[in-house]
């Protein structure tokens, strides 16, 4: 685009050029200075209109901002049911979990004491120490222009005491899974699988001694059996003594701990030394003839401090009751 310029005391014509980025550049600042003038206009006209009340442009301007403001209440209020719904489902959810918890507790051996300091403090006082108030009572009858939806701080309340409960039940499952821990190790550490396959010969009690003739108590368990069979330990523990024996020949003994002591006599050869920790079920020697024996067999014995005891109690297929009156045995735990 080219403006010519004339003058009559010019000596010469003027020419101006203007590209046309130019002219959009300025199409585009007028438009930029358009808007800035239209909102200064609303900022000093409408505003100062709506609060000095002016005749005409007051109520247009509070129809415009009270339409907004209802709009913004809607969706608030949609967004708070929606919210007191979820929050409402996630309460019930967590009352079930609560109750399968404390079940689980139970199951777990965990006393209702216990479980005391996981919940809140003032629940647990007001249900020690019960508090006297003063008769009240009546039919209920809700004010009419009171909230019929909860609020958005009673709904942070209930999402932070959501929270906190959410806490104190994964309290209550890592107690119990310490406990079935507990037990579980107890049950590992506790005879109860056969030293050797197969059936018993003398069990515990008093019997005709082989040798003597006359009435004597026998400590253990005699598993008659080819020399060389595998014997097994009966429970994990460690390996106290290894040594030979007049009457048992050679003789190991596991230690399990809490004073419960396993004895395999009359080996032909053991496995493991002195100092050697075994689990249950691996093999620690082998069947013999050693010692004051009238032919090849395990005899098997179950110390607790020292004093024998019945192997079949731990051996026996039912053998959950004697395990778990060990376990609780005061005297014995560390």
Request: charged share 20%; proline share 6%.
């Amino acid at each position: 685009m080219q403006i010519l310029f004339t003058h009559g005391r010019l000596a010469r014509s003027r020419v101006l050029q203007i590209a046309g980025w130019q002219i959009a550049l300025a199409v585009a600042l007028g438009a930029v200075m358009l808007m800035m003038v239209s909102g200064a206009t609303y900022h000093l006209v409408f505003l100062k209109a709506a609060r000095e009340g002016w005749p005409v442009v007051a109520p247009l301007v509070r129809l415009i901002v009270r339409d907004e403001i209802e709009q913004r209440e809607r969706f608030m209020r949609e967004n708070l049911d929606a919210l007191a719904e979820r929050v409402g489902t996630l309460q019930a959810q967590f009352v079930k979990m609560q109750a399968v918890g404390d079940r689980v507790a139970g199951l777990a051996g965990v006393k209702a004491e216990e479980l005391a300091p996981l919940r809140q403090p003032g629940a647990a006082a007001s249900a020690a120490t019960p508090v006297r108030r003063s008769g009240s009572g009546g039919p209920f009858w809700p004010w009419p222009g009171g909230p019929t939806r909860p609020s958005l701080a009673q709904l942070h309340e209930s999402v932070g005491l959501l929270e906190a409960g959410s806490q104190q039940q994964s309290d209550v499952w890592l107690l119990a899974e310490s406990r079935l821990l507990e037990s579980r190790l107890v049950g590992l550490l506790v005879p109860s699988i056969a030293p050797v396959d197969g059936t018993v010969g003398s069990g515990f009690g008093f019997r005709t001694d082989p040798f003597t003739g006359r009435a004597a108590l026998h400590t253990g368990l005699d598993f008659p059996a080819e020399i060389g069979t595998p014997i097994v330990a009966a429970a994990g523990g460690l390996v106290s003594a290894r040594e030979w024996h007049p009457a048992y020949g050679h003789v190991l003994e596991i230690d399990h701990g809490n004073g419960l002591v396993t004895r395999y006599a009359h080996c032909s050869e053991i496995d493991v030394a002195v100092g050697a920790l075994v689990r249950k079920g691996q093999r620690v020697a082998r069947v013999g003839n050693s010692g004051r024996s009238t032919g090849p067999h395990l005899h098997f014995e179950v110390l607790v401090a020292g004093v024998p005891q019945d192997p079949a109690r731990f051996l026996a297929a039912a053998a959950v009751a004697p395990m778990r009156e060990f376990a609780q045995r005061p005297g014995l735990r560390r």
